[in-house]
């Protein structure tokens, strides 16, 4: 009798090429950030996106993931914390209750309408195209209603009226957002025509088992010496990494600098931020408990990542994330029986290796 090893991961009788690909590329937040080191957004012209854009649609993925939280996740909170505290925290929500209270349904009511009407040949019929975007607000599916509203001639968006004007005026604020699921997501989606992006982020759980802990995770934080280091190099390598992004800015192309972010050398320190938490030895175990719920997070995204590859078995899925996501994504969904993990590198070095 056969004897499957607990420590070997299942594999499906199929070649990598048959399996369902997925690739994460791991991003600096172009919007800027709030983590532990502040960034600001950064400034760019289209075009230095265009060689990066390429490469990716060589891969022709069928499915377009980002960073975000999905319409499920949303409505969870709203449940949970209320609209006013929902809003607070993420703004176009106000938005999708606008539009709730104006289409008369609820956020799951407009969903299964939105996806009702996304089967439907929507390129003649621009009305139909503007009641998907409105129903997409209305169902918390922010970035696919982006989406949908590029789609829509400019003509036709200025006099579009059901969409109040507020609601109009932030979505072409969107378009225009220096954030990657729309200088990058968005922008990859409509050249192949795209029709949705799909939301896979899931923090909701927070940075601890417990929120009351956190002043003592913070106290124990920045007592700790080993922390103290650890800022003092992480500032370092933030530096360097803005000098480098300039750098491919001004030089207009910016595929060489994720070609770097997303190579072996650049993950492992994104793996050695998190493993700092086990040489910290907090009295509280916090350090621990933070790396815990970390792990939590991507365990999620991964589990939101394989049910949307679950629509088409044998497809692909490019999955844009912040870069520190990428190792323990890479690692969870390489463990998966029909997933195949393919890279930026494997498309800018082989671009027929996945064909």
Request: hydrophobic content about 40%; aromatic content about 8%; glycine content about 6%.
């Amino acid at each position: 009798m056969d004897i499957i090893s607990p420590c070997a991961p299942f594999e499906a009788p199929l070649s990598p090429k048959e399996k369902t690909q997925v690739l994460v590329l791991g991003t600096v937040h172009l919007g800027g950030s709030r983590d532990v080191v502040q960034m600001e957004i950064r400034e760019f012209a289209d075009r230095a996106l265009v060689p990066l854009l390429d490469a990716l649609a060589r891969f022709q993925p069928d499915f377009v993931g980002i960073e975000s939280y999905p319409p499920e996740t949303i409505a969870w909170m709203v449940h949970t914390q209320g609209r006013e505290d929902t809003e607070d925290s993420l703004p176009f929500a106000k938005f999708a209750h606008q539009m709730q209270d104006r289409l008369g349904l609820s956020w799951k009511e407009a969903q299964e309408r939105a996806l009702g009407l996304l089967k439907q040949q929507l390129e003649q019929d621009l009305k139909q195209r503007g009641e998907v975007v409105a129903h997409l607000i209305a169902s918390y599916d922010w970035y696919s209603a982006l989406l949908q509203w590029a789609y829509l001639p400019r003509a036709f968006r200025e006099t579009y009226r059901d969409v109040p004007e507020e609601i109009r005026t932030a979505l072409e604020h969107g378009l225009l957002a220096r954030e990657e699921a729309v200088s990058i997501g968005i922008v990859l989606a409509k050249r192949l025509r795209h029709q949705r992006i799909y939301s896979i982020d899931d923090g909701i759980e927070g940075d601890l088992p417990d929120p009351s802990q956190l002043p003592v995770f913070l106290e124990e934080f920045e007592a700790s010496d080993v922390c103290r280091a650890f800022l003092e190099q992480l500032r370092e390598e933030v530096k360097i990494e803005e000098e480098q992004l300039a750098y491919y800015v001004k030089q207009g192309n910016l595929l060489p600098f994720y070609q770097k972010l997303n190579a072996d050398r650049s993950l492992r320190n994104s793996m050695d931020q998190w493993l700092i938490f086990f040489r910290t030895r907090f009295a509280s175990g916090l350090d621990r408990a933070r790396v815990a719920m970390w792990e939590v997070r991507n365990l999620h995204m991964a589990a939101n990542i394989r049910k949307v590859t679950a629509l088409r078995s044998g497809g692909r899925m490019l999955v844009i994330v912040g870069a520190a996501h990428k190792p323990f994504l890479d690692t969870y969904l390489r463990s998966l029986v029909d997933i195949e993990i393919v890279h930026l590198g494997d498309l800018v070095e082989s671009p027929r290796s996945t064909a």
